[in-house]
Nanobody, 123 residues
Framework: QVQLVESGGGSVQTGGSLTLSCAASGTTYCMAWFRQAPQEQREGVAVISARGTDTDYAEAAKGRFTVSRDNVKGELYLQMNSLKPEDTALYYC???????????????????WGQGTQVTVSS
């Protein structure tokens, strides 16, 4: 079983930036970031392939967020720029420990989840 631990959340003003990190304790394949606002469903934000060569983003994240990974360090990142109040949510790191078929932003794709890190964007 792989453990995922997120960090880097915080409070910023509109237009600010944050970089989230996720440390994985073992081998992972594709990994993704999800977020969940209060009383909302969990939604996919960004996904990256096992080698980091392919990525995909939710429409809300395109042009503002960048997902990357360092497989030597066992870390996943999400660089978030031009943050908006609607980006406020609990952000989760997720991973598969078996090979992925394509890039998916569906929560059911992922078997391992972190505990989340809070991002709050004020206007």
């Amino acid at each position: 079983q792989v453990q995922l631990v997120e960090s880097g959340g915080g409070s910023v003003q509109t237009g600010g930036s944050l970089t989230l990190s996720c440390a994985a304790s073992g081998t992972t394949y594709c990994m993704a970031w999800f977020r969940q606002a209060p009383q909302e469903q969990r939604e996919g934000v960004a996904v990256i392939s096992a080698r980091g060569t392919d990525t995909d983003y939710a429409e809300a994240a395109k042009g503002r967020f960048t997902v990357s990974r360092d497989n030597v360090k066992g870390e996943l990142y999400l660089q978030m720029n031009s943050l908006k109040p609607e980006d406020t949510a609990l952000y989760y790191c997720a991973a598969r420990t078996t090979p992925c078929f394509g890039l998916s932003l569906a929560p059911r794709t992922y078997t391992e989840w972190g505990q989340g890190t809070q991002v709050t964007v004020s206007s």
